[in-house]
């Protein structure tokens, strides 16, 4: 496997993961504590819509392009190291 195939799936492991973490009724919140919806993978980029006009590319698996592309796994895995879940169970009422 060649690195940029490896960069590609390390991005899409890590969106799946998050993806999986709320299907099963988790909330993701990111390192400025807000609540984050799940990702959409296409076969060449990974994505977040914002609103209906509005999307945010984490991966495109483009030379041309680079948003991820040409970035080390490692690095691109740090964006998300003050990434956090709450699990189900914690949630509490208010009355």
């Not at 988790?26 to 799940?38: P, S, T």
Request: overall charge negative; charged content about 35%; proline content about 1%.
């Amino acid at each position: 496997m060649d690195i940029y195939t490896a960069r590609w799936e390390n991005a899409c492991r890590i969106a799946s993961k998050i993806n999986d973490f709320i299907e099963k009724g988790y909330i993701i919140f990111n390192e400025d504590d807000e609540k984050v919806d799940g990702f959409i993978i296409r076969e060449d980029r990974i994505f977040q819509n914002v609103n209906d006009n509005c999307s945010y590319i984490f991966f495109l698996n483009d030379k041309e392009f680079d948003n991820g592309y040409y970035t080390k796994i490692k690095e691109y895995n740090k964006q998300f190291k003050d990434w956090y879940c709450v699990h189900p169970k914690d949630y509490k009422k208010i009355f």
